[in-house]
């Protein structure tokens, strides 16, 4: 599977802290958007904060602190700011919506912020990631993320067809911006069908899904192109520029100039 082209949109701290990305193994693509990790570390501890943007996925962040390993399971449905520190070494595998159930086994509340210590989460695949825990302190930093990767591919080989068949579909209407119900045409299937199997294998409603899709989109465009507001809420599916408005406000928390307005000046700044 290709990635969406709008999938990635890094926080500007990312840099400044060292933090880069890595594509998944192809195995991983259909559940896995990207890995992030920083091999620079500093001498000393800064803390960092960035805005991060609710998306439908998830994000699985290994901590390593010499041979003290934490591994947080995080997913959010609004913004948050987070924390990250410069001299802790961090692997963040980054899911996409439904990938954390289908490789883990867990099952989330679609409309919660969820943020927790996954050893202490009872989870189906709970007892395969202590042999990793217990052996990432001793490889060095290439091999800790082939390890991780690894890990997955093998939890991938146990995910059932159906997780991955509407993983698929999910990817190609996010990439396209295609609303619910032509997508439920276009695949022939009722609306109801579609919302009971997205909800039951990626556990989101066809309307949340497509919502974030949009606001990923805007943010992109906000980002990457000098288009104005009334052409990117058309490009998005919006109404018009005011729905644009309201949505991307309620999602971010400020409105769409506020959003390419900061990012402009935090890129400027670098």
């Not at 992030?36 to 901590?63: I, Q």
């Not at 990793?132 to 093998?154: F, G, I, R």
């Not at 993983?167 to 009722?190: E, M, V």
């Amino acid at each position: 599977m290709s990635h969406n082209k709008f999938d990635i949109i890094p926080a500007a701290s990312f840099s400044n802290i060292g933090l880069e990305m890595i594509p998944p193994f192809p195995g991983l693509s259909s559940w896995v958007q990207c890995l992030w990790v920083n091999n620079d570390l500093k001498n000393s501890s800064r803390h960092v904060e960035e805005k991060l943007y609710p998306d439908a996925g998830s994000s699985l962040t290994f901590e390593i602190r010499n041979t003290r390993i934490n591994a947080r399971y995080f997913h959010h449905t609004r913004v948050v700011t987070h924390r990250w520190d410069t001299s802790t070494r961090y692997i963040s595998v980054r899911f996409r919506p439904g990938g954390a159930k289908a490789l883990l086994g867990l099952d989330i509340d679609a409309s919660q912020n969820i943020e927790i210590e996954l050893l202490d989460t009872p989870f189906s695949q709970r007892l395969s990631l202590w042999p990793l825990m217990d052996m990432l302190p001793t490889l060095s930093a290439d091999q800790q993320v082939q390890a991780v990767q690894n890990w997955l591919l093998t939890l991938s080989y146990r995910a059932q067809e159906p997780n991955r068949k509407w993983s698929t579909l999910l990817a190609h209407a996010s990439a396209d911006l295609i609303p619910p119900q032509q997508l439920a045409l276009q695949n022939g299937f009722s609306r109801r069908t579609l919302e009971r199997q997205l909800r039951k294998y990626l556990g989101f409603t066809p309307n949340q899904l497509h919502g974030f899709a949009q606001i990923r989109a805007a943010r992109h465009y906000l980002i990457m192109t000098p288009d104005s507001l009334s052409d990117i809420a058309l490009a998005c599916g919006y109404f018009d520029q005011a729905h644009f408005t309201n949505a991307f406000r309620e999602q971010t928390l400020e409105t769409p100039l506020q959003y390419r307005q900061r990012k402009m000046s935090q890129i400027s700044n670098r």
